[in-house]
């Protein structure tokens, strides 16, 4: 078959007005408890999506640590691409691909960095060989091998077998604060059910439905 020809009827349910909540984040965490609940694969994976300084989009999956009214927190080496794009420019969007449930929800904003102790109190909570890991791998840096990876990571292992790990100044979180957040719900004949939030300058979040 080919892919062109590949298509699927979307009916696992609607969105309508009545199921919209005043402020996003409510219908936000109503519909991650649902995918929680549904025991997809990876819930909290979301796609960052940065921007260089030459106008060149970059795309990667990270998972959500944290969200509040605040905004959406996720974490990374400092020296990544993802981090080097964002303190060229902090404008970024995000991405729930929960098609298991035919849904998604699109985030736009801008970042913040976390505070130190922050990063800290969360790096400190990691398991301890995903800690080594981040002082094993200089993200999005070249390397040889992943014999080499291996090394540094056991060299890692080996150097702090008896120790706490600092939390490094290396490594953070940043904060997406929105100013738009669109949730999406498939439906039957690619009549899908869109509506999109929008917070105005005082504050409030306004809500639109846009058609599929």
């Known amino acids: 078959m080919a892919i062109s020809d590949m298509r699927r009827q979307y009916a696992k349910g609607s969105l309508q ?23 997809i694969p990876d819930p909290t994976a979301m796609t960052v999506a940065t921007v260089d300084a030459a106008g060149q989009p970059s795309q990667r999956i ?26 060229q420019n902090p404008k970024v969007s995000c991405h729930f691909p929960w098609f298991f449930m035919e849904r998604q929800v699109r985030v736009c ?14 790096f400190l909570s990691r398991p301890k060989d995903s800690q080594l890991a981040a002082y094993a791998s200089e993200q999005s840096k070249p390397i040889s091998s992943r014999e080499l990876l291996h ?37 039957e004949d690619r009549l899908h059910d869109r509506f999109e939030y929008n917070r105005d ?12």
Do not use: C
């Open 62 to 87: 990270v998972l959500l640590k944290d969200v509040s009214e605040a905004g959406f927190v996720f974490f990374t080496n400092l020296g990544s691409r993802k981090a080097q794009e964002l303190s």
């Open 151 to 187: 090394t540094q990571f056991a060299q890692m292992k080996q150097k702090f077998a008896n120790k706490t790990l600092p939390a490094p100044d290396f490594w953070g979180g940043f904060r997406i604060v929105p100013h738009q957040i669109e949730f999406w719900q498939g439906g």
């Open 17 to 39: 007005d009545k199921d919209l909540t005043a402020n996003p984040f409510s219908l936000f965490d109503r519909w991650l408890k649902d995918a929680i609940s549904a025991e």
């Open 201 to 212: 300058e005082s504050g409030n979040w306004n809500t639109q439905r846009l058609m599929p």
């Open 109 to 122: 904003g801008v970042v913040e960095k976390l505070s130190f102790k922050e990063n800290a109190t969360y």
